[in-house]
């Protein structure tokens, strides 16, 4: 008896804590995408220190010479290093390099990083900002997480509360 006891509060608590989390953002958590926020939720303002620029729209139309079909070219070409990264001053940038990046350049004394500028060139069409914009107030994630529903077009969770939010934010993206 007892261990049916022990099964069914076991199930009870992981049936109430496993739930997904609702969805469906407030009208004021909307207003922020295009505002504080880019349409599909990312932060808008650079980086307090300058080393991340501020999201500005991102690239909106293909680089002169660029025809459909056609290897997608450098779109900043005249972009030159700012500096590089190798054994003689990897101690200087070790705070913003991973554990691997830091071992590739201790271990093979010829490996370097060149830095260029920070962009953030990312940009979808109007019609997938609209539409996030609309389905921000309807995307859910079906029962246990393993769906979403009320969303069709757009990033479904611009500005996601949970780990499965994020990963559908991924499978759904605009391609």
Do not use: C, K
């Amino acid at each position: 008896m007892m261990s049916i006891t022990r099964t069914l509060v076991l199930a009870v608590t992981l049936g109430v804590t496993m739930t997904a989390p609702a969805g469906e953002l407030s009208p004021e958590a909307i207003a922020r995408l295009g505002a504080d926020l880019t349409p599909v939720g990312a932060e808008r303002a650079g980086s307090p220190d300058g080393t991340i620029p501020a999201w500005e729209g991102g690239i909106t139309a293909p680089p002169a010479g660029y025809a459909p079909g056609m290897h997608h070219p450098d779109p900043f070409p005249d972009d030159a290093v700012l500096f590089t990264i190798d054994q003689t001053n990897v101690d200087q940038h070790r705070e913003r390099l991973t554990a691997g990046q830091q071992a590739l350049i201790e271990t093979y004394q010829n490996f370097y990083m060149n830095v260029y500028p920070t962009r953030r060139s990312a940009s979808m069409p109007r019609r997938i900002y609209e539409a996030t914009r609309r389905v921000a107030a309807t995307a859910r994630l079906s029962d246990g997480g393993n769906g979403v529903t009320g969303a069709t077009v757009g990033i479904p969770f611009p500005i996601p509360e949970s780990g499965l939010e994020v990963i559908w934010n991924h499978l759904l993206r605009y391609r």
